[in-house]
């Protein structure tokens, strides 16, 4: 089945812009990318949109469809209506390029800022041992495409512009759950993430995970955990004994 669709697309750049109406042909199977590209052949071919390979795998084609966070490449064109007005504009959290495109170099940036992973000392590369129940819960975290939807949801940042000098972002708070759970990782990263990443700022409002297309449960299996590591680091009586008594015997 072929129908014609109507596409409301965001068109400008660092100076402004605005939604512009497209009557564009659609056709059974296809996904928002599909028809996008139509549109650049047909009649739009200065419209700008990064994407990549068009399987949902490299994050690339993020963008916002009807206002919420997706990838074009993964959003079928069977959700909506043939008389609905498809509104794909811009990942609102970060600054405009041209069009479809913004610059997400704030994540880059947020990634440098988290060291690397620490293995022990005394081993040495090729000596890395660890049972497959102790890196189970840490490896759903490697499923991240980097697509940063989760970063274009979150209303800390998408919100609060003043905010991005403190605020990691879920994508970059996972990143540091990750390696403080796993198993040969020995740096201490529970004061970092708050003190550092702005994880005290979240409030565990799960949009991130609602937008992630690996279905990677964010807040429940990263953020929510480091939290608690960060409260019984500060709270729990018994641990503030242990630091009490370690430091006097030091």
């Not at 056709?27 to 139509?38: P, S």
């Not at 074009?72 to 959700?79: A, D, E, G, K, Q």
Request: charged share 30%; net charge negative.
């Amino acid at each position: 089945m072929s129908y014609t669709g109507t596409f409301r697309i965001w068109r400008g750049d660092t100076d402004g812009g605005a939604l512009t109406d497209f009557e564009v042909e659609v056709n059974e199977g296809e996904v928002v990318l599909d028809v996008l590209h139509r549109l650049q052949a047909t009649q739009a071919p200065d419209l700008a949109v990064r994407w990549n390979c068009k399987a949902g795998k490299c994050g690339s084609c993020s963008a916002e469809i009807n206002g919420k966070p997706r990838l074009l490449c993964m959003t079928r064109m069977s959700v909506f209506e043939p008389g609905d007005v498809v509104t794909v504009t811009p990942m609102r959290t970060f600054p405009v390029i041209r069009d479809l495109v913004t610059d997400v170099s704030f994540n880059y940036a947020k990634a440098r800022e988290i060291p690397s992973f620490t293995p022990p000392a005394e081993l040495a590369p090729g000596e890395y041992r660890m049972a497959q129940v102790d890196v189970e819960r840490s490896q759903e975290f490697r499923k991240c495409i980097e697509c940063y939807l989760c970063q274009d949801t979150c209303h800390v940042v998408r919100d609060h512009e003043e905010n991005k000098d403190s605020f990691a972002g879920p994508r970059f708070l996972m990143r540091v759950a990750e390696l403080e759970m796993h198993p040969l990782d020995v740096a201490d990263r529970v004061p970092a993430a708050q003190e550092e990443h702005g994880l005290g700022q979240c409030n565990i409002t799960k949009c991130c995970t609602d937008v992630c297309p690996e279905g990677i449960k964010i807040t429940d299996n990263a953020l929510i955990p480091m939290k608690e590591r960060v409260a019984d680091r500060r709270y729990d009586p018994l641990v503030w004994l242990g630091r009490t008594i370690s430091r006097r015997r030091g």
